[in-house]
């Protein structure tokens, strides 16, 4: 299959890996990648989400788009109800590339109500996707999208996408690592201290960021989840450690 790309080809891709490297941050590295694979993959609609597991399973959420639009949860659209075998792929304890058509056949995914309620009114049929996971551990899916009319994404799209997926991985893994440790250099001593009270990583990584200040936006824009659920994790730590607001946790563990 890598005879289908020709030299000049070849040396965008490696370009392309050159300025994913050298983003500096989560939102320059989602829109280099949604700008840059318009080169080699046209689609109407790209998309990036941040990746998280909750309750044994993936949570989209943070949506980064190549669309100008003022509220970026103009795109939750895309997350809204349960997709068909999507969990097939998103909970897989590695990285990988598939296509909307290899999961669900066009014939039966018209016939969801996913796609009735969701696709459809926004006018997208083909999805090629890039879930990101490093070690089991969910980062983000990036997807590609085309109406009815466009053709499906190619075999040669799935492999461009798949020469590209590790060096994505490792960007996406150390900028997202960066931002989840910026609130805290004494996590470590922390991690020790929360561990007397039963919390998980993520529960001390709230703690941590509480101890530093840091506000519920500012939280959830480190951590990339919603404030539904932080409330839910701050309200088991409350209960896991005997306090009643963030004043009083401040002071546990400070």
Same mark, same amino acid.
């Given at each position: 299959m890598s005879s289908t790309l020709f030299d000049y080809e070849w040396q965008f891709?490696?370009?392309?890996?050159?300025?994913?490297?050298?983003?500096? /941050?989560?939102?320059?590295?989602?829109?280099? @990648?949604?700008?840059?694979?318009?080169?080699?993959? $046209?689609?109407?609609?790209?998309?990036?989400?941040?990746? /998280?597991? =909750?309750? #044994?399973?993936?949570?989209? #959420?943070?949506?980064?788009?190549? =669309?100008?639009?003022?509220?970026?949860? #103009?795109?939750?659209?895309?997350?809204?109800?349960?997709?068909?075998?999507?969990?097939?792929?998103?909970?897989?304890? @590695?990285?990988?590339?598939?296509?909307?058509?290899?999961?669900? $056949? $066009?014939g039966k995914w018209e016939k969801t109500r996913v796609f009735r309620d969701v696709w459809s009114p926004k006018g997208v049929y083909w999805g090629i996707f890039i879930s990101l996971v490093h070690k089991d551990v969910p980062l983000a899916v990036l997807g590609l999208l085309r109406d009815k009319d466009s053709s499906d994404f190619s075999a040669r799209d799935i492999y461009i996408m798949n020469t590209l997926k590790d060096s994505l991985e490792r960007k996406f893994f150390s900028l997202l690592e960066d931002r989840r440790d910026a609130g805290d250099p004494g996590t470590d001593r922390l991690l020790k201290a929360t561990a007397n009270y039963g919390l998980t990583k993520r529960e001390a990584e709230i703690v941590s960021l509480v101890r530093a200040g840091k506000g519920s936006e500012d939280i959830c824009q480190l951590l990339y989840i919603t404030h539904a659920t932080l409330s839910k994790h701050l309200s088991n730590i409350y209960a896991k450690t005997k306090v009643k607001n963030r004043t009083q946790l401040y002071a546990l563990f400070q």
């Open positions: 891709l490696i370009q392309m890996t050159t300025r994913i490297n050298y983003c500096a /941050s989560y939102p320059e590295l989602c829109d280099t @990648y949604l700008q840059q694979i318009r080169t080699l993959i $046209p689609y109407s609609t790209g998309v990036v989400f941040q990746a /998280s597991r =909750e309750n #044994g399973r993936v949570a989209l #959420g943070s949506p980064i788009s190549t =669309e100008q639009i003022d509220d970026k949860s #103009g795109h939750d659209f895309f997350i809204e109800g349960k997709y068909p075998h999507w969990d097939e792929f998103i909970m897989l304890p @590695y990285s990988s590339v598939f296509r909307q058509s290899d999961i669900i $056949p $066009p």
